[in-house]
């Protein structure tokens, strides 16, 4: 079975500063993994996954995720944050035959000016 | 392309009270998820469809809760009885289905209030 958790339930940060999110993962498989996004008042939508290849993934919008096999991580970064990037956000592991994907709690990520 | 459609956006019932609610997935999309989030928590897989048969239900509370994809495109989850603590947002997801296409599209989500 997998399990997922996010040691940071809220991330109170200033604009333009680093944020960090973590997400650890338990499997005793080979997993693929998320992030994804919740704005306010908005549906989930994904913001980037691993599934193979180079451990470090980004999104569009200057988020990253670095896969850690030996930490069973998956954290997320961005060098410079927004307001608009406001948001709750979600890591999420299923396995390689593509079942059940579970959810960690979230962190919500609030960005002050 | 259309997102996944859900309705209704918002219910409020009594304990005891039968609720239904319905998700139309993007079309073309092979697999649908119904989950349930608890404010405060992430979404929890309720059931999971592949077409019209069901590759997941192990965390469906079957007693109460039944879902149904006929024809393998829209999906309606019921909850009868409902309890109070079922108050949650249920989401309904899809995805093109397999392995390495499961990106999941989410609808926005019924909003349920149990009282």
């Known amino acids: 079975a997998q399990s997922v958790t996010q040691l940071d339930s809220q991330v109170p940060v200033f604009e333009e500063a680093p944020v960090e999110l973590r997400c650890n993962y338990s499997s005793s498989v080979s997993v693929y993994l998320f992030w994804y996004v919740q704005y306010p008042n908005q549906g989930l939508q994904l913001l980037l996954k691993?599934?193979?290849?180079?451990?470090l993934v980004e999104s569009i919008n200057g988020f990253e995720a670095e896969f850690n096999k030996s930490q069973t991580s998956f954290h997320l970064r961005k060098p410079s944050v927004h307001i608009s990037d406001t948001a709750e956000y979600f890591c999420?592991?299923?396995?390689?035959?593509?079942?059940?994907?579970?959810f960690g709690a979230g962190t919500r990520l609030f960005v002050k000016a | 392309e259309a997102g996944v459609a859900q309705s209704p956006r918002y219910k409020i019932i009594e304990k005891r009270q039968s609720v239904a609610f319905w998700c139309n997935p993007i079309s073309g999309h092979a697999t649908l998820y119904w989950y349930q989030q608890i404010l405060g928590q992430g979404p929890k897989l309720l059931i999971q469809?592949?077409?019209?048969?069901?590759?997941?239900d192990s965390q469906l509370p079957k007693d109460r809760f039944s879902a149904e994809r006929l024809k393998g495109v829209d999906s309606t989850l019921k909850i009868q009885p409902a309890k109070l603590e079922d108050s949650a947002v249920y989401l309904c997801?899809?995805?093109?289905?397999?392995?390495?296409?499961?990106?999941?599209?989410f609808g926005p989500g019924t909003r349920l209030t149990v009282l």
């Open positions: 469809f592949q077409n019209n048969g069901v590759v997941d």
């Open positions: 691993y599934l193979s290849g180079s451990t």
């Open positions: 997801a899809s995805s093109l289905g397999g392995a390495r296409n499961n990106e999941q599209f």
């Open positions: 999420a592991v299923s396995d390689t035959g593509g079942f059940k994907t579970i």
